[in-house]
């Protein structure tokens, strides 16, 4: 199940279950998602991106979908690996000028043998 | 392709010194970005440039942080004199354009501020 951490919302699952991490994006006028993994000691990641003028768009074990109307994002994993442990971003491209990556939160997923 | 390089990995100074970092960004890529992240939070955006310009520094402390990127290629981050609330890792990223486009990352520098 999904826990707010002290530090970071936390997920944890068993390893060849799905996993789903959800984002809220703050400004209606971002028109390009990302999603980035962090693992400890490494910087960020691309894993898969998403344009407004879609709302799914799917990788190799990896989905995400974006909801415009609750301005939401998520990020699903299908049959979890212990190499997915990791801290997950989304960010948004700001629009309007100039285009400023900005990232939400994070969520540390926990993938148990 | 080779990703992009930041030196030092680690230093660890004392308040009110000086340190600078450096970053070389993936061949090709015109934008460049500096970010903050502090333990448990997401990457802050502390300065964008788009070649040798400047697109963005609205969040760089300006009294005491300072970013360059003279030939448009690498780039160094200064901070003068060091806080406390300094400690973090600065990451380095680089894209081919500003917008659409996914960031790439290099592993940062972890600053520790006694």
């Known amino acids: 199940g999904e826990s707010v951490g002290l530090h970071l919302p936390t997920l944890s699952v068993q390893e060849g279950d799905n996993s789903i991490i959800n984002c809220a994006y703050s400004?209606?006028?971002?028109?390009?998602f990302i999603w980035y993994k962090q693992e400890s000691g490494k910087g960020p990641q691309f894993i898969i991106d998403?344009?407004?003028?879609?709302d799914k768009r799917q990788g190799q074990r990896v989905t995400v979908l974006l909801n415009k109307t609750v301005k939401h994002l998520s990020l699903q994993i299908a049959a979890t690996q212990p190499g997915d442990s990791a801290v997950y971003f989304c960010?948004?491209?700001?629009?309007?000028?100039?285009?400023?990556?900005?990232f939400g939160r994070g969520t540390s997923l926990i993938v148990h043998p | 392709e080779a990703g992009v390089a930041q030196s030092p990995r680690y230093k660890i100074i004392e308040k009110r010194q000086s340190v600078a970092f450096w970053c070389n960004p993936i061949?090709?890529?015109?934008?460049l970005y500096w970010y903050q992240q502090i333990l448990g939070q997401g990457p802050k955006l502390l300065i964008q440039?788009?070649?040798?310009?400047?697109?963005?520094d609205s969040q760089l402390p300006k009294d005491r942080f300072s970013a360059e990127r003279l030939k448009g290629v690498d780039s160094t981050l200064k901070i003068q004199p060091a806080k406390l609330e300094d400690s973090a890792v600065y990451l380095c990223?680089?894209?081919?354009?500003?917008?659409?486009?996914?960031?790439?990352f290099g592993n940062g520098t972890r600053l520790t501020v006694t």
């Open positions: 400004n209606s006028a971002s028109d390009y």
């Open positions: 440039f788009q070649n040798n310009g400047v697109v963005d």
């Open positions: 061949s090709g890529h015109a934008t």
């Open positions: 990223a680089s894209s081919l354009q500003t917008d659409n486009s996914p960031l790439h």
């Open positions: 998403i344009r407004s003028n879609m």
């Open positions: 960010a948004e491209n700001l629009s309007g000028g100039s285009y400023i990556p900005t």
